[in-house]
């Protein structure tokens, strides 16, 4: 007798369509029992991943994992175990944060630029080499009724994402040492589907912008602050800023000095004005001006860059506090929330952290400060639900859920002091993440 279509084997999603940084759910149904079924995801679209480098992106991603179907031919992520493959282990989201590129493969070309406003998986089971079902499932950067406003300050080159038409909130997003904004445009592109507009800033390497992070201005800030502060469409009394690894240093450092921001939030952030990079190389100059003068800055050789061993770093000193490069967080009037890792692997985040903590309650600012650590993830402390290849493999699952948990964060401190846009709020998902 042959199968009805009730009989055939399907592939479950909680969510086919859901928000990237959305934990989802996947069960099998129908397969053989008690049989060996791998598990396979692989992407159909070009794929953005803010953990790697952007050349990486136009190749396939792919991640797949055995298990053992139980007595009813079903397999459940949430309560089933991988027994061998790209990880194993009871891992509901493993097929998306262990995915990693298909080396050898032809690029896909992007038809826009990465990142895009999402991206397609194909999911599928196989027993014995046939292919039992599959599914597709789409993973959203960005929301359908989101606007994409490109922006080119004076001496920045950005992208405003706008969550539709009502006035919102605003976060200007500055990201790191890497240059360009492509990083801070998947951050942006993440908050703006929670409900805030979010400026993406390129402050060099990028087209008309300084090549190198060197003697760049904070009053790029000022004057992106200046512009959403002007356009009908955004709530000019509730702006943030977010940075992450330099773009946290120069967020502090601009914050202490630019009346007007309403929330910040610094990703392993540093405590002290650090000299530039010229390529690889320290600059020999800060990396950040105000009002045409340089900050004072620490300066570091090229021993530093390599030993990658920030337990013997200054900052450990209490005395580095008072040194004149250090950032006065004492001064930045607005609420401040940091996340650092204890095993951070550029540079000492959590010694900064508890610095710049320790600066603002000494000082009784009258502005809360919230300080997060994290005691896996490293320096990389991003979007969840993505791979993050640079860690060992063991850790993927708790760098997850570590990544996770300070994502929920943001969101709950952004909307706490900025407001949400209507119509937006943090999905479940993420509240229980």
């Known amino acids: 007798m042959s199968a009805t279509n009730n009989d055939r084997p399907y592939i479950q999603v909680d969510h086919s369509t859901s928000p990237a940084d959305q934990e989802i759910?996947?069960?099998?149904?129908?397969?053989?029992?008690?049989?060996?079924?791998?598990?396979?995801?692989?992407?159909?679209?070009?794929?953005?991943?803010?953990?790697?480098?952007v050349q990486q992106s136009g190749l396939p991603w792919r991640a797949q994992a055995?298990?053992?179907?139980?007595?009813?031919?079903t397999i459940d992520m949430c309560t089933d175990p991988s027994l061998s493959g790209s990880f194993t282990g009871l891992h509901p989201m493993g097929l998306l944060y262990c995915l990693s590129p298909v080396q050898n493969a032809a690029p896909r070309t992007p038809q826009s630029p990465l990142p895009a406003r999402g991206f397609t998986l194909h999911l599928r089971a196989m027993h014995e080499g046939a292919v039992?079902?599959?599914?597709?499932?789409?993973?959203?950067?960005?929301?359908?009724?989101?606007?994409?406003?490109?922006?080119?300050?004076?001496?920045?080159?950005?992208?405003?994402?706008?969550?539709?038409?009502?006035?919102?909130?605003?976060?200007?997003?500055?990201?790191?040492?890497?240059?360009?904004?492509?990083?801070?445009r998947n951050i942006a592109q993440m908050l703006c589907s929670h409900g805030f507009a979010a400026l993406a800033i390129g402050y060099f390497h990028a087209e008309g912008l300084a090549e190198n992070l060197d003697g760049i201005a904070l009053e790029i800030v000022e004057r992106a602050l200046e512009y959403?502060?002007?356009?009908?469409?955004?709530?000019?009394?509730?702006?943030?800023?977010?940075?992450?690894?330099?773009?946290?240093?120069?967020?502090?450092?601009?914050?202490?000095?630019?009346?007007?921001?309403?929330?910040?939030?610094?990703?392993?952030?540093?405590?002290?004005?650090?000299e530039g990079i010229k390529g690889r190389m320290p600059s020999r100059g800060?990396?950040?001006?105000?009002?045409?003068?340089?900050?004072?800055?620490?300066?570091?050789?090229?021993?530093?860059?390599?030993?990658?061993?920030?337990s013997n770093d200054s900052l450990?000193?209490?005395?580095?506090?008072?040194?004149?490069?250090?950032?006065?967080?004492?001064?930045?009037?607005?609420p401040l929330l940091m996340?650092?890792?204890t095993h951070d692997e550029i540079w000492p985040a959590f010694a900064s952290m508890r610095a710049l903590s320790e600066r603002r309650v000494a000082n009784d600012i009258g502005y809360p400060t919230i300080a997060v650590p994290c005691t896996s993830v490293g320096h990389m402390l991003t979007i969840p639900w993505m791979p993050n290849p640079r860690y060992p493999s063991?850790?993927?699952?708790?760098?997850?859920?570590e990544c996770a948990r300070a994502w929920k964060t943001t969101l709950e401190f952004f909307g706490a002091h900025l407001g949400i846009a209507e119509g937006h709020a943090c999905p479940d998902e993420c509240r229980q993440a």
């Open 286 to 310: 800060s990396s950040w001006t105000w009002r045409g003068k340089e900050l004072a800055y620490r300066k570091f050789g090229i021993h530093d860059l390599l030993k990658r061993n920030p």
């Open 66 to 73: 055995q298990y053992l179907s139980d007595n009813e031919g």
């Open 132 to 184: 039992l079902c599959d599914k597709e499932i789409r993973r959203n950067y960005l929301t359908e009724q989101s606007r994409i406003i490109p922006v080119q300050g004076q001496d920045y080159r950005g992208v405003l994402y706008h969550p539709g038409s009502i006035k919102a909130p605003a976060i200007m997003v500055l990201s790191g040492s890497e240059g360009g904004s492509d990083k801070a």
């Open 228 to 274: 959403l502060s002007q356009r009908d469409d955004i709530d000019a009394g509730h702006i943030g800023l977010y940075g992450r690894s330099k773009g946290a240093e120069m967020a502090l450092a601009a914050a202490q000095r630019i009346p007007g921001i309403a929330a910040v939030v610094a990703n392993s952030p540093s405590a002290q004005v650090l």
């Open 394 to 401: 063991a850790l993927w699952h708790t760098n997850a859920q």
């Open 316 to 334: 450990h000193h209490p005395a580095s506090t008072a040194l004149p490069c250090a950032i006065e967080s004492e001064n930045i009037k607005a």
């Open 339 to 341: 996340f650092a890792s």
């Open 25 to 53: 759910s996947i069960s099998l149904h129908h397969l053989p029992p008690n049989r060996l079924i791998t598990v396979e995801a692989q992407t159909s679209t070009p794929y953005y991943c803010i953990n790697v480098p």
